[in-house]
């Protein structure tokens, strides 16, 4: 199975700063990732698909990026709506996995 | 409009077998290339892959799980089925139905709310 590594697991920041989610995949994948945001009580939001692809609806301060096998999601202003559970997905073969999550609050 | 909706028994005793309905509408599990996947958040971990069900009745499950699980479909009333046999506390958790589409850049862009299934002797 393919392994989905997230950095950090969780994270504190201030609303306005810019926060980077790490996810490293175990071997290729290509641009098959995608992210969620999951916040209790709700199902996960899907945020980025096919790596860079900003999901319908989604706050154009989200973006995601890919540097060989390390995919990250960037917050370029936190606000506090973005506290969550953040989530990547790989779908490039099964069995899908997902990443164990990065855990944002805000200070 | 596409929606899904999780329906379960709530509560069950370790061993029995777990029983899921995902009702849904906005598309057909008829239509070439549209699927059904099954996704859980168990208690104190993340969301786990557990199986697909396509509209050519394919599937796919998550080796893990794979002798434990059944998915079927019931085309003609926009219903998708997850059985898991003999379950156990690890099995406690939110399970949810999503709406997938073969060879699409989008895994799982619809999703159910969910529903808690609590596995307690």
């Known amino acids: 199975d393919i392994q989905l590594t997230q950095s950090p697991s969780s994270m504190s920041a201030s609303l306005g700063d810019r926060v980077s989610l790490t996810c490293q995949s175990s071997?290729?994948?290509?641009?098959?990732l995608s992210w969620y945001q999951h916040k209790p009580g709700k199902p996960p939001k899907p945020m980025i698909y096919y790596a860079t692809n900003l999901a319908d609806g989604v706050p154009s301060r989200f973006s995601g990026s890919r540097s060989g096998s390390d995919y990250s999601l960037t917050i370029s202003s936190l606000e506090s709506e973005d506290t969550a559970i953040y989530y990547c997905?790989?779908?490039?073969?099964?069995?899908?996995?997902f990443g164990s999550g990065t855990k944002l609050e805000i200070k | 409009q596409v929606s899904l909706k999780e329906s379960g028994p709530g509560i069950l005793q370790p061993f029995q077998t777990l029983s899921l309905t995902c009702s849904f509408s906005?598309?057909?599990?008829?239509?070439?290339?549209?699927?059904v996947g099954w996704i859980r958040q168990t208690s104190g971990k993340g969301l786990e892959y557990l199986a697909t069900?396509?509209?050519?009745?394919?599937?796919y499950f998550n080796p893990s799980l794979n002798s434990r699980l059944t998915v079927s479909k019931d085309t003609s009333n926009n219903q998708a089925f997850l059985k898991i046999t003999s379950v156990d506390t690890a099995d406690t958790g939110t399970y949810y139905c999503?709406?997938?589409?073969?060879?699409?850049?989008?895994?799982?862009?619809?999703w159910g709310q969910g529903v808690m299934v609590t596995v307690s002797s």
């Open positions: 069900i396509w509209w050519d009745d394919d599937k």
């Open positions: 071997q290729g994948i290509g641009n098959y």
């Open positions: 999503t709406q997938t589409v073969y060879g699409g850049y989008r895994p799982f862009d619809y």
């Open positions: 906005g598309f057909s599990l008829g239509t070439s290339n549209m699927g």
């Open positions: 997905l790989q779908y490039d073969e099964y069995p899908l996995t």
